[in-house]
């Protein structure tokens, strides 16, 4: 019986240690199992996001590549414009083919082609049309006189325009201006460092309109219109479909009640000594008399060159006919500059040099930079020149003779060979065939009444036009000598204004939208072209704006 019990307690003993033994097995294939299937769930959920990522790589690759399309298109436009504006021989850009920039296609072949369009806008408000707009119809704020000896004629010219007061007039001039003298109605750095977080006057050339914000009294409203259309900074439109895009270029408007500061002010362009050609211009008022004789003659003879020369030297024979910019000048301020001046070279010992010796080309002898300035060509058109007595007061006819058909084909060649610079102490361009009467009134010493009958004969001749309603006798005269022909301005007039006159200016404002025509993407930057150079160089650029085309 003893065994018996023995045999009961041995097996009760192995049963127990099996229960214990299946219990760690259930414990551990209960910890297992969750685990695995975290693990399993956790892989699953990484695979899944690594397709999506691949997915949307592949779709931000996709549209990566149809806006490079785009915007090669879109650059592609550029280069052909500063191609056509280098090639052109002729004209005035605006002059062009309006169907030459309107879907130009560039490859027919393949998945990737599309086109190109260049358009701007004309006028005020929002007028779209296609080509490119021409800077020299508004005023380049670079090219005030910002001496304080035209202190008064500057003023008058800023305040030609909407919504510019004397006081802020003078604050645009101190801001611009070299100097830390403030102007009666204007603000210096003294003013400006005043303020919680403001330095001085900027003191120098504007880079772009912006620059103005930072003028007392200046608002962006003013600036830029009540809607601050402009907005250099705000919501991208550069990519985009067409659709997106179509609706805000065909929308003209013409409505003069909203006008703002950048209808009428640029900082580009200014002087160019390159010809259409890249061939360096003849600067007429070069102070190398001796240089001046030789270029002129080696381009159109020594006839040329000693009527040239003798004008610099002796002026025209009749000097009444000469006209005057001393209406420019504020005579007290210059006054007393001139004596600070004189003042101070005396102090220095500083003395005018003369030639030790004179130098002789043909008849002339040249001992001097030479006392006369030449404005423009109606300088040179049929006015005699008398040489002095040592020459036996001969008397020299001008090589271009005053005839109607003389002044048609002499005015533009003469225009596009010769620079005039520095010939008056206000140096403007503006373009007579586009700018609004506001800017003709800004020339410098405009007579009361004169721009409106440039701009009312203007559109009579549909001068400048490109508008395809134009009448079919509206042309684009390629010299400004229609003001003459036309009768708007007597000769008299026209040597006094055309040292400010242009019918070419020498930076070019447009829109360039590339559009690849598989996916519709389109790509547009703001451009404007710089012609002083040659070839023409994008001076600014600007892919997105809050409207198509931007401010100044």
Not at 161 to 185: G, K, M, Q, S
Not at 220 to 249: C, F, H, Q
């Amino acid at each position: 019986m003893i065994a018996n019990f023995s045999l009961l307690r041995g097996l009760r003993t192995r049963c127990q240690r099996r229960n214990r033994i299946k219990g760690l097995r259930s414990d551990v294939t209960g910890f297992v199992l969750p685990t695995v299937c975290i693990v399993i769930l956790f892989l699953t959920f990484q695979a899944y996001v690594f397709t999506e990522l691949m997915l949307v790589e592949n779709i931000a690759s996709v549209a990566a590549g149809k806006s490079r399309v785009a915007m090669s298109l879109s650059d592609s436009g550029i280069e052909y414009v500063a191609s056509k504006i280098t090639a052109d021989q002729k004209g005035p850009a605006y002059a062009f083919n309006l169907d030459e920039w309107h879907g130009s296609m560039l490859s027919k072949r393949g998945r990737n082609y599309g086109e190109f369009e260049i358009f701007c806008r004309r006028g005020f408000g929002s007028q779209w049309a296609s080509g490119v707009s021409d800077e020299a119809r508004k005023l380049n704020l670079n090219e005030l006189p910002r001496d304080m000896e035209h202190a008064l004629e500057a003023r008058r010219m800023l305040l030609c325009f909407p919504l510019v007061t004397p006081r802020l007039a003078d604050a645009i001039l101190d801001w611009i201006d070299e100097d830390e003298e403030p102007r009666p109605f204007g603000a210096e750095s003294s003013y400006y460092s005043s303020l919680s977080g403001n330095g001085g006057a900027r003191n120098q050339p504007l880079n772009h309109l912006d620059d103005l914000l930072g003028v007392r009294g200046m608002t962006r409203k003013i600036l830029y219109g009540a809607d601050e259309r402009s907005g250099w900074t705000g919501k991208p439109m550069s990519v985009g479909t067409e659709n997106e895009l179509a609706g805000r270029i065909t929308q003209p408007s013409s409505n003069r009640k909203d006008l703002c500061l950048e209808d009428f002010w640029t900082v580009y362009g200014g002087e160019s000594f390159f010809t259409p050609k890249g061939e360096r211009k003849i600067l007429v008022n070069n102070p190398d008399l001796a240089l001046l004789f030789d270029n002129l003659a080696r381009k159109y003879g020594e006839e040329v060159a000693t009527y040239v020369v003798a004008y610099r030297l002796y002026g025209p024979l009749d000097k009444s006919s000469l006209p005057a910019d001393n209406f420019l000048v504020d005579e007290a301020e210059e006054t007393r500059r001139r004596g600070e001046r004189q003042s101070g070279s005396q102090e220095n010992g500083l003395s005018v040099l003369t030639p030790d010796s004179d130098v002789t080309r043909g008849v002339l002898k040249i001992g001097s930079e030479g006392d006369f300035q030449i404005r423009s060509v109606y300088d040179l058109i049929g006015v005699p020149v008398q040489l002095p007595k040592e020459n036996n007061f001969q008397k020299l006819s001008s090589p271009w003779k005053s005839t109607a058909d003389a002044y048609r084909e002499v005015v533009p060649d003469l225009q596009a060979g010769f620079s005039f610079y520095n010939a008056t102490p206000i140096i403007v361009k503006v373009n007579v065939n586009l700018a609004p009467v506001e800017v003709l009134n800004a020339i410098p010493g405009m007579e009361d009444g004169l721009a409106a009958r440039v701009v009312k004969m203007r559109s009579r001749l549909g001068q400048g036009s490109t508008d395809a309603r134009s009448p079919r006798n509206a042309r684009v005269s390629f010299s400004i000598d229609w003001l003459r022909s036309e009768g708007v301005m007597t000769m008299e007039q026209l040597r006094t204004y055309a040292p400010y006159l242009t019918v070419r200016g020498n930076a070019f404002r447009f829109i360039s939208r590339g559009r690849s025509l598989p996916s519709g993407q389109v790509f547009s930057q703001q451009i404007v072209l710089d012609a002083r150079e040659f070839p023409a160089q994008v001076a600014f650029s600007l892919p997105e704006s809050r409207r198509i085309f931007g401010a100044e």
